[in-house]
């Protein structure tokens, strides 16, 4: 028997969900050349913004108000998932709504960083206007000491990818708990409906 499937995920998040997960990981693997890791941090800044607006406006599943919840609900949901036993959320769980918001504000804080490392260093980029430039020593042979915020982007990035690594376990567990893999459905948009 072939269980009723439903629509859970717009086509709208879809596409930010994985072209989201596309510059992330692009930009963690490549630092270089500079306007590759440069424009694939300003997509991945506007996709951020982009989804943080559709979580005000966007369909019901879309909202903030529907999956982020208080840290009763989300640890009572991950106390439950490592048993494999947690209640099935159509939408997100609690745990994967905390998740969101910790990428969201993990994604865009990197990309800011990125930003006013681009201005301290190269003195251009958007921030450019705001960061002053570091100045550096010209003598021969000398080492340009990075400055402190570009220090703060690397640690941002590397707690960021940090994140999407328990995000993945977090799905697969999920998936294996309810029987669903969710990575489909977040392909595809839909989910069993019961
Ligand atoms: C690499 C960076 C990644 C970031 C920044 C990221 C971020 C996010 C965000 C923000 C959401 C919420 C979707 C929404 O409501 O807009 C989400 C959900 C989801 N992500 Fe990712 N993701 C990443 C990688 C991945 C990868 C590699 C996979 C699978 C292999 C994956 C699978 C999923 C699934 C299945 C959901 C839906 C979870 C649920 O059913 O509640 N993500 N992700």
Do not use: C
């Not at 269980?3 to 270089?32: E, G, M, Y």
């Not at 159509?90 to 990309?111: C, D, E, N, R, Y």
């Not at 328990?166 to 948009?189: P, Q």
């Amino acid at each position: 028997m072939t269980l009723a499937k439903i629509q859970v995920w717009d086509p709208f998040i879809r596409t930010i969900h994985w072209l989201l997960a596309a510059t992330v990981l692009l930009n963690w693997l490549a630092d270089s050349p500079l306007w590759l890791h440069t424009w694939s941090g300003y997509l991945a800044a506007t996709l951020i913004a982009l989804r943080v607006l559709w979580g005000f406006i966007g369909p019901e599943n879309a909202r903030f108000r529907r999956f982020v919840r208080g840290p009763y609900a989300v640890f009572g949901y991950l106390a439950g998932l490592v048993r494999l036993s947690s209640q099935r959320y159509i939408g997100h769980s609690p745990a994967g709504g905390a998740m969101i918001v910790a990428l969201l504000v993990m994604v865009a804080a990197t990309a800011g960083t990125g930003m006013a490392s681009l201005a301290a260093m190269e003195g251009h980029g958007p921030l450019s206007a705001v960061v002053e430039r570091v100045p550096f020593p010209r003598t021969l042979g000398q080492r340009r000491p990075p400055p402190l915020i570009r220090e703060v982007h690397q640690v941002l990035a590397n707690v960021t990818l940090a994140l999407v690594v328990l995000h993945v376990a977090g799905v697969v567990l999920a998936s294996f708990a309810h029987r669903e893999n969710l990575i489909v459905a977040m392909i595809t948009g839909r989910k069993r409906s019961e």
